[in-house]
């Protein structure tokens, strides 16, 4: 590569180069300022929506994303007033999540909605705390986030703890009703924020609920594992009749994949978390994916709303089942467009006086409504179980929010056709 | 634990390990010759990946057959980006090349997630869940026909260089950079040339991968790690050296992973890399470099 | 003192750091809350910019593991305040003792060793992720479920606990920044600089004429990680969690190292001028593809590694000497 010659230093030169390095420095300063300034205080209420659609977790929060797509059109049906929807990436990042709020914020969002992971979404609760905007969280599941005494920040999802407790209860019921009860299991959870969550409230709930099973062995795995034929391994070698998972899609993939090829068969796959429901898996694994269990927060198939969700959604997502992600992303920007008609106001304080006293009992997940209690959790939620087979999600518990019945034992892998 | 176990995970380790040493012996040949430290490798072998699925999903030909196609399309894609853009980097400092590479692979990575999206996506053959029986050993037939793929590959790799007078220029370059140029080398030539080399065992490694991986666009970073940490434990710039790096690292991380917690298990590699690195940095295999 | 560290700087660049330095002190009362936010990103990295630079820039030793000091002392410093209810700034010294230790074990192997170029660089990489790994299953602190610093009210700022404003956090970096640069000004100038930048230029000369090269290029690692440990204090009460995952990972080594790379590696100024034009290039790609309408998530990326790769071929030195010939600078190691 050739070297440029140095242009001489006239003092033309050297100014002329000054001056462009100094209106590069403005040019960017200016880039970087907000455009937008908040215009005037009628007209739709603005809601900032944070989701990691690029990075680590981009397939979750493009999933979400599915759902602020259709809300606005369900929304106006309903006869709930405008929103407008400021959307923003968080680049599964902590750091973007917390500029990306700001920015936000400053462009004029009057409540933020978001944002899937733990850590982004604690970054943002501060945010939102500090500035005094309400901050409706539709997906996280630390239990810290809403023990912080925050008056601004609202979270319509379940804790780690509500998440298995309701596990424990639903087995319970089915293994009554399919009169099949696993005598142990292996217990193998993702090494991540959820899965450690999950695994370090476990022993504190087990001997509360009587569970009729033992855990022999527990195995923890990296979540960017690329091979799990390891783990399968020992969990077979271990002697458990029915596997008790926490993991996400991709492991639940290598796991079934390394179930079949090791020739093992447990009785039940009983997953407390995302992955072996979703339709990635369903689509990849065709017949070898029906029969887990999985107990997740979920929506009631039997609730109204749910059959309107469902319907709008199949239009322009055919061949995509419903599913968590898309559900509560939805009831979050419900919660925000209620609150502005209660609140009739976009002024901060009083949306976020207004969310704490919401009680939408016409809504879409399972429980008596979104209500939040002292801390911004909604406490009342319920979470079902349900099994997959034939490609779809059949809900089998709790009894009330259920539109099928399990079926346990799960068929032998290399019974399957 | 029952004895077979053991035995089930250890031949299980060996043969994905074999795989990761064909990924490895891309960056090897790539260091050991061109003396640049490719840090986009991983992406380079998820570009491979996408590839195969794509042919996969479009023709419906299996990934083993389309490892030629693929390692040539890697191979075009190398010796342009060496030609291109890396060769003014040779002689620069690591830290530039470093960064060279990460903009590459930023680059590389979000093209990926928007073309294709975040979900993973994988390879379905037939033969997908078959496994051998012998005895109480049961083997994934997958990783089998994958392990024999590799060593005919670097089987191939090896005659390269060692028999055709290309290959023999190469190392020539590698051996002694003024020598070669004293002979009348063209040495920039050779150097994409082998750049595409490499590239072509990471293509025709990640058309393999697929059997074994799902792919998302954010597999890269993971893959240039374990391709280093392969290629120090072997040797730098011995090809025999990356395989049995390969070898020896799926083993240890399957046999971690069965005594130990399998969620630690990648600590053992990087013990092992920090012991290679402290007590015999030019690995196994390899010479000592002056 | 403060006269031997002016002496030899060209009295333009006086002229141009003061009204620099005057512009960031004022900055808050003119900008809204989400350009302080940047701004404190941006000073962050130029801060751990600056420390690596120690290493790199003055004992030529390329660490690209250096998040691993980050981490341990936001999480050393978190764990005392958490568990024990000390204050950061006395967790401060144990923060920076912790890096210190990590540093010097690595330096010690390393240079005991003979590790050197791409080698060492690996091994910083291997370091990194044994840390993270590590903490992923350190339940002490949370293990990879995160670990969360309570949270207390915004209104008051309470500077010896760290709870406060942006605006607190603000000043607190900006401090850290300017202590950055003026120590190393003052260590190159110094006895110790001039060996560095002897190791840097040609070891084993440096070594023929006496120089305890072993020595010296430890105190760069153990200065640079030192330095660093500051920022993993500050990273832990600024964001009030901290992740395994998101702390230790090769991503946060990757970002620490781009501002000083780019800005130019030895020089003072680089990783400043560095961190405001990544920070800010970042920025400003976002506003321009939103304000376009383009909402494909990782068209940002894509451009900013295309800038990146642009800014490397064209100014591979970095861009604050390209600039300093620009703007009329001359000077030895600004």
Redesign the interface.
């Given at each position: 590569?050739t070297r440029k010659l140095?242009l001489n230093?006239t003092p033309c030169a050297?100014t002329r180069?000054?001056f462009s390095?100094g209106a590069g420095a403005a040019g960017?300063?200016l880039?970087?300022?907000?455009?937008g300034r908040v215009r005037a205080q009628g007209g739709a209420l603005k809601v900032g929506v944070l989701l990691p659609?690029?990075?680590?977790q981009?397939?979750i929060?493009?999933d979400c994303q599915r759902a602020v797509e259709i809300a606005p059109g369900i929304l106006k049906d309903l006869g709930l007033p405008g929103i407008a929807i400021m959307?923003a990436?968080t680049?599964t990042?902590?750091?973007v999540a917390?500029?990306r709020a700001?920015?936000l914020?400053?462009d004029g969002a009057q409540l933020l909605v978001g944002a899937f992971d733990?850590?982004a979404s604690?970054?943002i609760a501060?945010v939102a705390?500090?500035?005094g905007v309400p901050f409706v969280i539709n997906i996280a599941a630390?239990p810290?986030i809403t023990e912080?005494?925050?008056k601004f920040v609202f979270r319509n999802f379940p804790t780690a703890p509500m998440i298995l407790s309701d596990a424990f209860a639903n087995q319970k019921e089915l293994f009554t009703t399919t009169g099949m009860t696993p005598k142990s299991v292996v217990f193998m959870h993702v090494?991540?924020?959820?899965?450690?969550?999950m695994a370090?409230s476990l022993p504190g709930l087990l001997p509360k609920f009587n569970v009729p099973y033992q855990i022999v062995e527990t195995?923890?795995?990296?979540?960017?594992?690329?091979?799990l034929?390891?783990?399968v391994?020992?969990a077979?070698?271990?002697g458990g009749e029915a596997l008790l998972m926490v993991s996400r899609?991709?492991d639940a993939?290598?796991i079934t994949?390394e179930l079949?090829?090791?020739?093992w068969n447990p009785k039940a796959v009983l997953s407390m978390g995302p992955g072996w429901y979703e339709d990635?898996y369903l689509k990849?694994l065709g017949k070898?994916g029906d029969g887990p269990l999985s107990f997740v927060p979920w929506y009631d198939p039997n609730k109204k709303l749910t059959k309107q969700l469902a319907t709008a959604f199949a239009k322009p997502y055919p061949g995509i089942n419903l599913n968590t992600n898309q559900v509560f992303t939805f009831e979050a920007l419900l919660i925000a467009a209620d609150a502005f008609k209660r609140a009739s106001s976009s002024d901060p304080k009083a949306l976020a006086d207004a969310i704490r006293t919401t009680n939408i009992t016409d809504n879409v997940s399972i429980g008596p409504g979104i209500q939040f209690d002292a801390k911004g959790q909604n406490d009342k939620l319920k979470n079902a179980a349900i099994q997959n087979r034939g490609g779809k999600l059949i809900t089998v518990a709790p009894g009330f929010a259920s539109d099928g019945k399990a079926e346990l034992p799960m068929q032998p892998y290399d019974k399957r056709g | 634990m029952p004895a077979e176990i053991y035995l089930n995970v250890a031949v299980s380790g060996l043969l994905t390990g074999l795989v990761y040493g064909l990924m490895a012996l891309g960056l090897s040949v790539i260091f050991g010759v061109v003396r640049v430290v490719n840090f986009a490798h991983g992406e380079m072998t998820t570009i491979a990946m996408y590839i195969a699925i794509t042919l996969f999903s479009a023709l419906r030909l299996d990934p083993l057959v389309m490892m030629v196609p693929i390692a040539a399309v890697l191979f075009a894609f190398g010796y342009a980006l060496q030609a291109g853009i890396i060769n003014p980097f040779i002689n620069r400092p690591e830290h530039s090349q470093f960064i060279l590479l990460v903009a590459i692979a930023i680059i590389i990575v979000n093209l990926l997630l928007i073309v294709f999206g975040p979900d993973a996506r994988s390879v379905q053959t037939s033969y997908a869940y078959d496994s051998f029986q012998i005895g109480a050993l049961i083997v994934d037939a997958t990783k089998v026909y994958a392990g024999v793929a590799t060593i005919l590959v670097a089987a191939a790799l090896f005659a390269f260089f060692r028999f055709t007078l290309i290959g023999k220029a190469i190392r020539a370059c590698a051996d002694n950079y003024t020598g070669a140029l004293v002979v009348g080398l063209d040495v920039k030539r050779l150097y994409a040339l082998t750049f595409g080399l490499g590239a072509a065992c990471v293509g025709a490694a990640g058309a393999m991968l697929v059997l074994l991986v799902d792919v998302t666009p954010a597999l890269g970073p993971a893959y240039t790690l374990l391709g280093f940490i392969i290629v120090i434990t072997g040797g730098l710039g011995s090809m025999p050296g990356a395989l049995i790096g390969g070898l020896l690292i799926g083993l240890t991380e399957a046999m971690a992973g069965l005594f130990f917690a399998p969620s630690a298990k990648s600590m053992f590699s990087f013990g092992l890399l920090v012991l290679v690195l402290l007590f015999r940095p030019q690995g196994i295999l390899g010479r000592r470099v002056a | 003192m403060m006269a031997r560290l002016i002496e030899g700087v060209p009295r333009r660049a006086l002229v141009l750091l003061a009204l620099l330095l005057a512009g960031l002190i004022v900055a808050p009362w003119l900008a809204n809350d989400y350009l302080i936010t940047t701004l404190i990103l941006i000073l962050y990295f130029a801060y751990t910019g600056q420390a690596w630079n120690v290493m790199m820039g003055f004992a030529g030793q390329l660490s690209l593991g250096h998040a691993i000091y980050v981490g341990l002392g936001g999480y050393a410093s978190a764990a005392l305040f958490v568990h024990f209810g000390i204050a950061p700034w006395l967790g401060l010294i144990a923060a920076v003792a912790v890096a210190v230790a990590c540093g010097a074990i690595i330096g010690f192997l390393a240079f005991r060793f003979r590790v050197g170029g791409v080698y060492f660089a690996i091994l910083t990489i291997a370091f990194a992720e044994f840390a993270r790994i590590g903490f992923d299953h350190l339940s002490w602190v949370g293990a990879s479920s995160g670990f969360f610093l309570p949270v207390a009210n915004y209104s008051r700022s309470d500077l010896w606990n760290l709870r406060g404003s942006p605006t607190m956090f603000y000043y607190v970096i900006l401090a850290l920044t300017v202590g950055a640069f003026v120590l190393c000004h003052a260590l190159l100038k110094s006895r110790m600089g001039h060996y560095w930048q002897a190791i840097r230029e040609d070891e084993v000369a440096a070594r023929s004429l006496g120089i305890n090269t072993f020595r010296y290029k430890m105190y760069a690692v153990v200065i640079s990680a030192g330095m660093t440990s500051v920022a993993g204090v500050f990273f832990a009460f600024y964001y009030n969690n901290l992740f395994p995952e998101q702390v230790f990972s090769i991503g946060r080594s990757i970002e620490l190292i781009l501002s000083p790379v780019i800005g130019g590696i030895g020089t003072l100024f680089g990783p400043i001028v560095g961190a405001f034009l990544l920070t800010g290039l970042s920025e400003a790609m976002q506003n321009l593809l939103s304000q376009l309408g383009i909402d494909v998530p990782g068209a940002k990326q894509v451009f900013y590694g295309l800038c990146l790769l642009a800014v490397v071929l064209a100014v591979p030195e970095g861009v604050w000497p390209w600039l300093k010939r620009g703007v009329g600078l001359k000077g030895e190691s600004t």
């Amino acid at each position: 590569m050739t070297r440029k010659l140095a242009l001489n230093s006239t003092p033309c030169a050297i100014t002329r180069r000054r001056f462009s390095a100094g209106a590069g420095a403005a040019g960017l300063l200016l880039a970087v300022a907000p455009f937008g300034r908040v215009r005037a205080q009628g007209g739709a209420l603005k809601v900032g929506v944070l989701l990691p659609r690029s990075g680590a977790q981009a397939a979750i929060g493009q999933d979400c994303q599915r759902a602020v797509e259709i809300a606005p059109g369900i929304l106006k049906d309903l006869g709930l007033p405008g929103i407008a929807i400021m959307n923003a990436d968080t680049e599964t990042s902590v750091d973007v999540a917390r500029s990306r709020a700001e920015k936000l914020i400053a462009d004029g969002a009057q409540l933020l909605v978001g944002a899937f992971d733990s850590g982004a979404s604690t970054a943002i609760a501060q945010v939102a705390e500090q500035k005094g905007v309400p901050f409706v969280i539709n997906i996280a599941a630390a239990p810290p986030i809403t023990e912080q005494g925050y008056k601004f920040v609202f979270r319509n999802f379940p804790t780690a703890p509500m998440i298995l407790s309701d596990a424990f209860a639903n087995q319970k019921e089915l293994f009554t009703t399919t009169g099949m009860t696993p005598k142990s299991v292996v217990f193998m959870h993702v090494n991540d924020t959820f899965g450690t969550s999950m695994a370090q409230s476990l022993p504190g709930l087990l001997p509360k609920f009587n569970v009729p099973y033992q855990i022999v062995e527990t195995i923890s795995y990296d979540p960017t594992a690329r091979d799990l034929s390891v783990e399968v391994a020992k969990a077979k070698a271990s002697g458990g009749e029915a596997l008790l998972m926490v993991s996400r899609l991709n492991d639940a993939i290598l796991i079934t994949r390394e179930l079949v090829k090791q020739r093992w068969n447990p009785k039940a796959v009983l997953s407390m978390g995302p992955g072996w429901y979703e339709d990635q898996y369903l689509k990849t694994l065709g017949k070898l994916g029906d029969g887990p269990l999985s107990f997740v927060p979920w929506y009631d198939p039997n609730k109204k709303l749910t059959k309107q969700l469902a319907t709008a959604f199949a239009k322009p997502y055919p061949g995509i089942n419903l599913n968590t992600n898309q559900v509560f992303t939805f009831e979050a920007l419900l919660i925000a467009a209620d609150a502005f008609k209660r609140a009739s106001s976009s002024d901060p304080k009083a949306l976020a006086d207004a969310i704490r006293t919401t009680n939408i009992t016409d809504n879409v997940s399972i429980g008596p409504g979104i209500q939040f209690d002292a801390k911004g959790q909604n406490d009342k939620l319920k979470n079902a179980a349900i099994q997959n087979r034939g490609g779809k999600l059949i809900t089998v518990a709790p009894g009330f929010a259920s539109d099928g019945k399990a079926e346990l034992p799960m068929q032998p892998y290399d019974k399957r056709g | 634990m029952p004895a077979e176990i053991y035995l089930n995970v250890a031949v299980s380790g060996l043969l994905t390990g074999l795989v990761y040493g064909l990924m490895a012996l891309g960056l090897s040949v790539i260091f050991g010759v061109v003396r640049v430290v490719n840090f986009a490798h991983g992406e380079m072998t998820t570009i491979a990946m996408y590839i195969a699925i794509t042919l996969f999903s479009a023709l419906r030909l299996d990934p083993l057959v389309m490892m030629v196609p693929i390692a040539a399309v890697l191979f075009a894609f190398g010796y342009a980006l060496q030609a291109g853009i890396i060769n003014p980097f040779i002689n620069r400092p690591e830290h530039s090349q470093f960064i060279l590479l990460v903009a590459i692979a930023i680059i590389i990575v979000n093209l990926l997630l928007i073309v294709f999206g975040p979900d993973a996506r994988s390879v379905q053959t037939s033969y997908a869940y078959d496994s051998f029986q012998i005895g109480a050993l049961i083997v994934d037939a997958t990783k089998v026909y994958a392990g024999v793929a590799t060593i005919l590959v670097a089987a191939a790799l090896f005659a390269f260089f060692r028999f055709t007078l290309i290959g023999k220029a190469i190392r020539a370059c590698a051996d002694n950079y003024t020598g070669a140029l004293v002979v009348g080398l063209d040495v920039k030539r050779l150097y994409a040339l082998t750049f595409g080399l490499g590239a072509a065992c990471v293509g025709a490694a990640g058309a393999m991968l697929v059997l074994l991986v799902d792919v998302t666009p954010a597999l890269g970073p993971a893959y240039t790690l374990l391709g280093f940490i392969i290629v120090i434990t072997g040797g730098l710039g011995s090809m025999p050296g990356a395989l049995i790096g390969g070898l020896l690292i799926g083993l240890t991380e399957a046999m971690a992973g069965l005594f130990f917690a399998p969620s630690a298990k990648s600590m053992f590699s990087f013990g092992l890399l920090v012991l290679v690195l402290l007590f015999r940095p030019q690995g196994i295999l390899g010479r000592r470099v002056a | 003192m403060m006269a031997r560290l002016i002496e030899g700087v060209p009295r333009r660049a006086l002229v141009l750091l003061a009204l620099l330095l005057a512009g960031l002190i004022v900055a808050p009362w003119l900008a809204n809350d989400y350009l302080i936010t940047t701004l404190i990103l941006i000073l962050y990295f130029a801060y751990t910019g600056q420390a690596w630079n120690v290493m790199m820039g003055f004992a030529g030793q390329l660490s690209l593991g250096h998040a691993i000091y980050v981490g341990l002392g936001g999480y050393a410093s978190a764990a005392l305040f958490v568990h024990f209810g000390i204050a950061p700034w006395l967790g401060l010294i144990a923060a920076v003792a912790v890096a210190v230790a990590c540093g010097a074990i690595i330096g010690f192997l390393a240079f005991r060793f003979r590790v050197g170029g791409v080698y060492f660089a690996i091994l910083t990489i291997a370091f990194a992720e044994f840390a993270r790994i590590g903490f992923d299953h350190l339940s002490w602190v949370g293990a990879s479920s995160g670990f969360f610093l309570p949270v207390a009210n915004y209104s008051r700022s309470d500077l010896w606990n760290l709870r406060g404003s942006p605006t607190m956090f603000y000043y607190v970096i900006l401090a850290l920044t300017v202590g950055a640069f003026v120590l190393c000004h003052a260590l190159l100038k110094s006895r110790m600089g001039h060996y560095w930048q002897a190791i840097r230029e040609d070891e084993v000369a440096a070594r023929s004429l006496g120089i305890n090269t072993f020595r010296y290029k430890m105190y760069a690692v153990v200065i640079s990680a030192g330095m660093t440990s500051v920022a993993g204090v500050f990273f832990a009460f600024y964001y009030n969690n901290l992740f395994p995952e998101q702390v230790f990972s090769i991503g946060r080594s990757i970002e620490l190292i781009l501002s000083p790379v780019i800005g130019g590696i030895g020089t003072l100024f680089g990783p400043i001028v560095g961190a405001f034009l990544l920070t800010g290039l970042s920025e400003a790609m976002q506003n321009l593809l939103s304000q376009l309408g383009i909402d494909v998530p990782g068209a940002k990326q894509v451009f900013y590694g295309l800038c990146l790769l642009a800014v490397v071929l064209a100014v591979p030195e970095g861009v604050w000497p390209w600039l300093k010939r620009g703007v009329g600078l001359k000077g030895e190691s600004t």
